[in-house]
């Protein structure tokens, strides 16, 4: 799909692919900013010495090899089914909320968990007396980033909110940079002022929804910023290695 913005960027953005491009360039997203708070290598590193040092110990025990790879095996086929399924209830939960929103027609969903988290969503709705200005709108910041935020809407005071929906455990720090992030991007898109961030976390569990109010901190843009750097650095790094290697060849 393309959109054009308030500044008339055009913007292609591949759903399935979930990337953004502007001027036949990619420009990275919000997931991929966040995701600098931790070295996917690293995090990958942690994962395996922990794999090899359980395959050590099972070893130590005199399980058969074999059986450890199989118990290995199914351990990680276990966990993606796992992350699959909770990325799945929160996408699902994401799409029954816009639905209602716009007065779309569509069938209750059969999944407990999704209808328990979609009923929380439109209690708390219901509850700030919201209406809705957008949704699922893509943000393009002339700083080289690009997002898709969940809600934008106006409680009865005429105040502007910016919300995001989250199906998570708990509500973190990065969800915390990711808001600051929106914010920044859709004022400078739309020449609007956001009174407020709001992440509204939906639990799968029996709990209530939990709307945490954000403040806006110089602190947190500051963080996310920051984020945006490194990975801008780190295409930096790539392209002089790449460069260097090339350069190394021809010797």
């Known amino acids: 799909m393309q959109i054009v913005t308030e500044q008339g960027k ?11 491009i502007h001027n036949n360039e990619y420009i990275v997203g919000m997931s991929t900013i966040l995701g600098k708070l931790a070295s996917p ?32 095996l199914n351990a990680k086929t276990n966990a993606k089914k796992q992350g699959d399924s909770i990325l799945n209830i929160g996408s699902m939960v994401h799409k029954f909320c816009e639905m209602w929103l716009k007065g779309e027609k569509f069938t209750d969903p059969s999944d407990p968990v999704v209808k328990s988290c979609f009923d929380k969503f439109k209690k708390f709705w219901k509850k700030h007396k919201l209406k809705l200005a957008e949704s699922e709108k893509i943000l393009y910041s002339e700083r080289g980033y690009c997002g898709t935020l969940d809600l934008v809407a106006t409680d009865p005071k005429g105040n502007l909110w910016l919300i995001d929906i989250k199906t ?13 992030g929106y914010k920044l991007a859709y004022e400078e898109q739309t020449g609007k002022k956001i009174n407020k961030m709001y992440i509204v ?3 799968k569990d029996n709990a209530d929804f939990e709307a945490r109010h954000i403040l806006y901190k110089k602190e947190h843009l500051k963080a996310f910023l920051g984020l945006l750097s490194c990975h801008k650095s780190e295409l930096l790094f790539n392209e002089q290695v790449r ?6 060849r021809r010797k």
């Open 10 to 20: 055009k913007i292609e953005f591949n759903q399935e692919k979930h990337v953004y």
């Open 41 to 72: 290598m690293l995090e990958n590193w942690k994962i395996n010495n922990m794999v090899n040092a359980i395959k050590k110990e099972m070893e130590r025990q005199d399980i058969p090899i074999d059986k450890i790879q199989n118990i290995v």
């Open 168 to 180: 998570s455990k708990g509500i973190f720090i990065n969800m915390v940079h990711q808001v600051h």
């Open 201 to 203: 976390r939906l639990p």
């Open 243 to 248: 460069k260097y290697n090339q350069l190394t």
